[in-house]
């Protein structure tokens, strides 16, 4: 009984661990950081862009943020965990949703829901992203999906997160 109630504790802080690693990441795009949104990765990490870009490596995500966010206002995220699951004691994965809230606005930009997953392994350090994939949410032929998933991140929104 004992193991057990060490392994549920584990598994709970591994998925806290999880969970603020992905916080962590969007709170680093939102504070216009890339030094700060490539450090949650992997050395080797590797980052899919909402528009299907790649980027691989912690470096190549840093440089490509960092003239992203020295050209222009960018949106902040609005997000949403859908679930966290484990593959391995060593390898986990985030699923969520999210909204963007362009700069000077208050409110959500419908047209930029995503999809994201997050792959991240535990390094001797801490938890580290190996693979984050950023998809848009057009619900092609299903209106109605867009506008709950909307209204559900709108509510996240209101509640300040």
């Known amino acids: ?3 057990d109630a060490f392994v549920a504790r584990t598994r709970a802080q591994d998925e806290s661990d999880v969970r603020a690693l992905y916080q962590a990441l969007l709170a680093a795009w ?6 700060g949104f490539a450090d949650c990765f992997a050395s080797d990490g590797h980052a899919v862009g909402f528009d299907g870009s790649q980027l691989d490596g912690r470096a190549e995500i840093e440089r490509s943020l960092s003239r992203i966010f020295m050209d222009h206002p960018t949106a902040s995220y609005v997000s949403k965990i859908r679930g966290i699951q484990f593959l391995s004691a060593d390898v986990g994965l985030l699923r969520a949703v999210v909204g ?5 606005k208050s409110d959500l930009n419908p047209n930029v829901n995503a999809v994201q997953s997050m792959l991240a392994v535990r390094k001797p350090d801490q938890w580290r992203i190996v693979l984050f994939q950023n998809t848009p949410a057009a619900f092609h032929g299903s209106p ?18």
């Open 1 to 3: 009984m004992r193991e």
């Open 144 to 161: 109605e999906m867009s506008e709950h998933l909307t209204e559900e991140l709108r509510q996240v929104l209101r509640q300040g997160g």
């Open 100 to 104: 963007m809230v362009p700069a000077g």
């Open 30 to 35: 939102n504070e216009r950081d890339a030094g």
